[in-house]
């Protein structure tokens, strides 16, 4: 990124009403975009990939996310933490996208997981047989009531604390901690249940 | 990063040392959220974002208003202003006329070479209506000459009664005490 795009980023939220040129007030709001999608897009797509776990899914949440921010880049001056305020609007759209879903079919498809599985060297078989075991998985954590497992999905994510969960998910920390102590404990009694069913 | 194998957790033992299932569960969860993303995705998705329209005006605004915020203020404020003042003509214009509260009765015309009917209305018998005659059972005469005869036998007692009084009362009772005697009364 060149040193005037930088400055223009640097100061996006403080371009004042009177910009000389309106071209120059899109330009830079442009390139304020282009860095906050080069910075945080990935980021996001993980999150919304671990609630929808369907790529095309999680990418269409990413996208209609960063339109709420071009929409909202008025207040975006008053963010302090963008990349959890990102994190949070993106976590709204991916619960709303699966409320709605609920009629659909889980998307916990085991062909599809192995497609998105990294193959680190694994045969196809092994792939399988590992997208069967993390399937199988996945769906215990399905089993979980909402407010344990979405404390669960995002405490996997190492660059979120659980400060910044609570943040996201607009409880405290205190909340935070019990309700992942909660989840991995009836975790722990549903994969058992799944092994000795087995 | 975290180095350690597992997510990071609430505290307790369970977090600290996960048995197998949660071995299981902690490498899932790290597996889904350290997907990489997709190749191109920033492109794709700053691409979407610029073809989006930008905000959700429903006024496009001519380009030398835009800079000029007043310009905005003062069109809008006359925008209200027509509506409102149209809106009130109207309702002023129009008003509302209160309903009657008495219900006026038509008044009766007479035919002419006729006598009217001085006001007087037919009132037709609804609340009182005609009563029933029962008819008396044989046995009411002697009933009804039962306090009749009852009468004279309470007269005949009460004559009976004084007449016995004055037949059983003492002589000396009956005459006046003599004057420096006093009278003894019974107790």
Not at chain 2, 101 to 127: C, D, K, N, W, Y
Request: charged content about 20%.
């Amino acid at each position: 990124m060149s040193s005037t795009s930088q400055a223009i980023y640097a100061g996006w939220m403080e371009i004042p009403n009177s910009a000389p040129n309106e071209r120059l007030r899109m330009r830079a709001e442009e390139d304020a975009l282009a860095a906050l999608v080069t910075e945080y897009a990935s980021t996001l797509y993980r999150v919304a990939f671990s609630v929808l776990r369907n790529p095309a899914d999680a990418e269409d949440a990413v996208q209609e996310a960063f339109l709420r921010v071009l929409r909202h880049r008025q207040t975006l001056a008053e963010v302090r933490d963008r990349r959890v305020w990102l994190i949070r609007i993106v976590w709204n759209i991916v619960l709303d996208r699966k409320r709605r879903a609920k009629t659909r079919p889980e998307t916990d498809d085991v062909a599809e997981l192995a497609r998105v599985l990294p193959s680190n060297g694994l045969s196809a078989e092994q792939l399988a047989s590992a997208a069967q075991h993390h399937a199988r998985v996945l769906a215990c954590v399905e089993q979980l009531p909402a407010k344990e497992r979405e404390v669960l999905l995002l405490s996997a994510f190492e660059e979120l604390s659980s400060v910044e969960i609570a943040s996201v998910l607009g409880i405290t920390e205190s909340a935070v901690r019990s309700r992942l102590f909660r989840a991995r404990n009836l975790m722990a009694d549903l994969l058992k249940h799944a092994r000795s069913q087995r | 990063m975290n180095s350690s194998s597992e997510i990071r957790s609430a505290n307790g033992p369970v977090a600290c040392s996960p048995p197998g299932a949660l071995a299981d569960l902690d490498a899932t969860l790290r597996l889904i959220a350290n997907l990489p993303a997709p190749a191109g995705l920033e492109d794709r998705v700053f691409a979407g974002a610029l073809a989006a329209p930008r905000g959700g005006r429903v006024l496009a605004w001519p380009q030398p208003m835009r800079t000029r915020n007043w310009m905005r203020s003062a069109a809008a404020a006359a925008i209200v202003l027509v509506v409102g003042g149209g809106g009130w003509g109207i309702y002023s214009h129009v008003g509302q006329r209160e309903p009657a509260h008495a219900v006026v009765m038509p008044q009766r015309l007479m035919p002419p070479g006729e006598f009217s009917t001085a006001g007087a209305i037919r009132t037709p018998q609804t609340l009182n209506g005609p009563i029933l005659q029962q008819q008396q059972p044989l046995a009411a005469p002697a009933l009804k000459t039962q306090p009749a005869q009852q009468k004279p036998a309470v007269k005949t007692a009460r004559r009976k009664a004084t007449a016995t009084s004055e037949t059983t009362q003492p002589a000396h009772t009956a005459k006046k005490p003599l004057p420096g005697h006093r009278a003894v009364t019974p107790r």
